[in-house]
Structures are given as C-alpha cells and as structure tokens.
Nanobody
C-alpha cells in the first residue's frame, strides 16, 4: 500500500516562504501526475497546481507566479515552493499522485499565514 508523507507546513508571516514536500512510502512504477491541493475550513478542496511526467506544470490563477512545483521522478517526490505568502493562502495542503487508475492522497499539512 502506498502512503504519501508530507512535510513543511507551519506558521509564517505574510510575505514569507514555505517549501512543502511529499514523498511516497515506496517506489511507484509510473506516476502520471503529481499535484497539490488545498482546503480551507468551510471551503471545497481546490487544485493549486501540478506537474505531469514530462515536466510540464500548471497552476491555479490565484498562484500569480508565486509558487513552483518540482518533482524527483526517481524518488517519486513532489515539492511545492511557495513565496510571498498571503493570509488567503491559509489552508491544509495535500499532495496527490496518480498512477494509472490509482490515486494516492497525502495526509495534509497545515499552512497558516498570519501577522
């Protein structure tokens, strides 16, 4: 059974940065897409961005160029570098990996942006 282990969340002030990481508990043969989602209380989970196997990335409009996703295919890891964080970014952030018909979710890590 595959588990995604996340780390890097925490409490930061507006304008600061965080780097979230997500690693699979074992090597997955083929990951087609790795993505980050976030969910704030009372709101639906929304896509932040993702990276396909070939390296192409896409991001939600609210990212506004502040975030960057990277992937280590050999380690089956994905990271989310978040710069210039704002209070509106406060949410639980989840990583998701898909491989064929299988979808794996991380446990989530809390990001709080507050002065």
């Amino acid at each position: 059974q595959v588990q995604l282990v996340e780390s890097g969340g925490g409490l930061v002030q507006p304008g600061e940065s965080l780097r979230l990481s997500c690693a699979a508990s074992r090597v997955i043969f083929s990951i087609n897409y790795m993505a980050w989602y976030r969910q704030a209380p009372g709101k639906e989970r929304e896509l932040v961005g993702g990276m396909a196997r070939g390296g192409s990335t896409d991001y939600a409009d609210f990212v506004k160029g502040r975030f960057a996703i990277s992937r280590d295919g050999g380690k089956n890891t994905v990271s989310l570098q978040m710069n210039n964080l704002e209070p509106e970014d406060t949410a639980v952030y989840y990583c998701r990996a898909s491989s064929g018909s299988y979808v794996y979710w991380g446990q989530g890590t809390q990001v709080t942006v507050s002065s």
